[in-house]
């Protein structure tokens, strides 16, 4: 039993002993950390947790913590653009920076490592076109959402301490997707014929496919053919003519993105041509009940598609 007794002691002596050691050792992976961190839009709403749109201006408010004073110095770096005079401003008498010497005017600030608080405000601009690519070949814009650093604190031995990373966002692809939320609403509660109602999911399923490519603007423009309300029943053959002209013409657009980026890789583009011939082959079964000129248009994209292969 005593046995026992002294090994269970020893067990504990020990693991006691581990993490009074284990203190220090993490303190020297973390020398200073951001004990508070805060991002304000311009209107003073804090957004820490939302992400960022390109051309918008931020405020974003720190705290730093130095556990004690190092040889090694702070750097702290944004890749936001100037949004006034200054990037940086000290909010509280901090001995490690020294303000008559610093440059808060630059992207990059490097200060004294002194134990003690230093408190930051940082103020910036996220690149209008962070988010946009211009295709040439085929005159688009196209535009994806972007990881962007705001700020990273580090030491000068270029040892990254920390580093906020958002997502960025810009207002076209706001503007789909606050579309696509309302489209998909008035689908879900509005009565309508359920010819109408295929046509008009198969619009939105296109819609999401020139996103995935990029192509936002051109996906307004094809949900935007959805009425919010006044749908007809049964559906008009001009309406539906219409909507799914557009659609196919935004398809083909795609299909010549696909060989702008992918011409490379045959097998990619085949694949997806494939995959947009059978599709078609669905949407062709539809038609045929509905309208067929639309019909008849429908199967000349189709096999200009298994052409392509």
Not at 72 to 98: C, H, P, Q, R
Not at 115 to 123: P, R, V, W
Not at 254 to 261: D, S
Not at 262 to 286: Q, W
Request: hydrophobic share 40%; with cysteine; aromatic share 10%.
């Amino acid at each position: 039993m005593n046995l026992k007794l002294n090994f269970v002691s020893a067990l504990l002596f020990f693991l006691l002993l581990t993490c009074c050691f284990q203190i220090p050792l993490s303190f020297e992976q973390a020398p200073a950390v951001l004990s508070s961190f805060v991002v304000l839009d311009p209107n003073g709403n804090d957004i820490t947790d939302k992400s960022l749109v390109a051309g918008g201006a931020y405020t974003v408010k720190f705290t730093i913590e130095i556990g004690a004073t190092l040889s090694d110095n702070i750097l702290l770096s944004t890749s936001m653009e100037k949004s006034g005079n200054e990037f940086w401003t000290l909010e509280n008498n901090y001995a490690g920076v020294d303000t008559s010497t610093w440059t808060p005017g630059s992207q990059s600030i490097m200060f004294q490592a002194k134990e003690g608080i230093a408190e930051f405000t940082l103020n910036g601009m996220i690149p209008g076109d962070i988010t946009e690519q211009q295709l040439q070949d085929i005159q688009k814009t196209v535009h994806s959402l972007q990881q962007f650093s705001i700020l990273i604190l580090s030491l000068e031995s270029m040892e990254i301490l920390d580093d906020k990373t958002y997502t960025i966002t810009d207002q076209t692809i706001i503007t789909y997707e606050n579309l696509l939320s309302d489209k998909r609403k008035i689908l879900s509660e509005t009565s309508m014929d359920a010819k109408y109602s295929e046509l008009a999911l198969s619009i939105v399923n296109e819609a999401e496919t020139l996103t995935s490519f990029g192509f936002y603007d051109d996906a307004i423009v094809l949900l935007s053919t959805i009425p919010n309300s006044d749908f007809p029943e049964p559906p008009m053959t001009t309406t539906l003519y219409m909507a799914a002209s557009i659609s196919f013409a935004l398809i083909s657009l795609i299909l010549a993105f696909l060989f702008y980026r992918a011409r490379t890789s045959n097998s990619f583009l085949v694949s997806y041509v494939n995959d947009k011939a059978n599709r078609l082959d669905l949407v062709l079964v539809r038609a045929q009940r509905i309208d067929k000129e639309l019909a008849t248009e429908i199967e000349s994209i189709k096999k200009e598609l298994e052409h392509l292969e």
